[in-house]
């Protein structure tokens, strides 16, 4: 039986094997025109002041800034030292702060505050990274984006883990056993609406190594926000 760890100490002893740092993710290529499409269309403006929640080693950065969007500083949020000393190499022309934060552990410890200081930005980006988190680091999440003043949130979740009903469960990834969490559509709709935002847009996307959609993208605004466009 592989050993239990979480998400983010197995992806990086994966990257390590497949010797996949620094490499160029196809995800995060497709992420970066859907989000510099969809805020033109939308009318966000720019220059975005932008954190990365669980953004590891800096991919979405690195493809945010090759797709062209005007990037003002880029914060990533992440546990794990190695990947954030990569990320901050992933940019020259751009403010990059790597902030260590165990995302499993914010409630009732200092983790809370740095992360609710973190979001006084533009856009808030969420990768991958509520799936495999549980209910009391969601919750503690969602506090911190009400108590921001975060102008608009990205939230990515993978098709595999967008379910009809709530559920934890456990799956073999490259050695060890990690944790994940399946919620409906409803929940990031609940989990939004709790930190004071709209669901904007939401649809499928898919990477061109894979057949059909693999991803569900959605992007909201603060309400206030929200409520100004058309």
Known sequence: M??????????????????GLGRHNPLFSRLALEIL????????SSPFCIVDIGGGEGGLLEALLYSGLDVRSYTILDR???????????????????VKLD????????????LRRSLEVDLVCMVRILNYLPDSAVAGLQDALAAS???????VIPAELDGTEQAEQEIEFHGT??????????????????????MILEKSIGVEQYSGPTHRLIIAYRNEIAATTN
């Open 37 to 44: 499409a969809d805020f033109y269309r939308l009318g966000l």
């Open 149 to 155: 003043h975060a102008r608009a949130a990205l939230l």
């Open 103 to 114: 995302l499993e552990a914010l409630t009732g410890s200092p983790n809370s505050e740095v």
């Open 2 to 19: 592989p050993a239990s760890r979480t998400y983010p100490v197995a992806w990086l002893d994966y990257l390590r094997e497949e010797e």
């Open 80 to 98: 794990e030292p190695k990947l954030l000393e990569i990320a901050k190499s992933r940019a020259s022309n751009v403010p990059v702060s790597a």
């Open 177 to 198: 056993t990690v944790a994940q969490y399946r919620r409906p559509m409803s929940a990031y709709a609940v989990f939004l609406r709790g930190a004071g935002f709209t």
